[in-house]
């Protein structure tokens, strides 16, 4: 139904910026939810980023507010997470996800639809 192909990770010293795309296929994208996850070796999925279907309401993780904005365009089926100030820790595999509207947008058990995930390695 819906097909994400991330794109956009790579290696960045830390201050440093990055921009990473969701390419998505399916006529639903354009009317569900859709949000960035990281995922670091050894550890849980985390959110990062969500945004509704038409950019009206945006949930961002407290550590990265006022650092990474996360935008979509429908006509494109793309979503995008601009990344600025990259820190070392926020090294970590990168997915962005799709669902129905609703509630419980951070939770990433809630999510139906993911990318196989674009690495982005923070250097120190």
């Known amino acids: 139904q819906v097909q994400l192909v991330e794109s956009g990770g790579g290696l960045v010293q830390a201050g440093g910026s990055l921009r990473l795309s969701c390419a998505a296929s399916?006529?639903?994208?354009?009317?569900?939810?859709s949000g960035w996850f990281r995922q670091a070796p050894g550890k849980e999925r985390e959110f990062v980023a969500a945004?509704?279907?038409?950019?009206?309401?945006?949930v961002y993780t407290d550590s990265v507010k006022g650092r990474f904005t996360i935008s979509r365009d429908n006509a494109k089926n793309t979503m995008y997470l601009q990344m600025s100030s990259l820190k070392p820790e926020e090294t970590a595999v990168h997915y962005c996800?799709?669902?129905?509207?609703?509630?419980?947008?951070?939770?990433?058990?809630?999510?139906?639809?993911w990318g196989q995930g674009t690495q982005v390695t923070v250097s120190s």
């Open positions: 996800a799709a669902r129905p509207s609703g509630r419980s947008w951070t939770l990433a058990g809630s999510y139906d639809y």
């Open positions: 399916g006529r639903t994208f354009s009317s569900y939810v």
């Open positions: 945004i509704s279907w038409n950019g009206g309401s945006i």
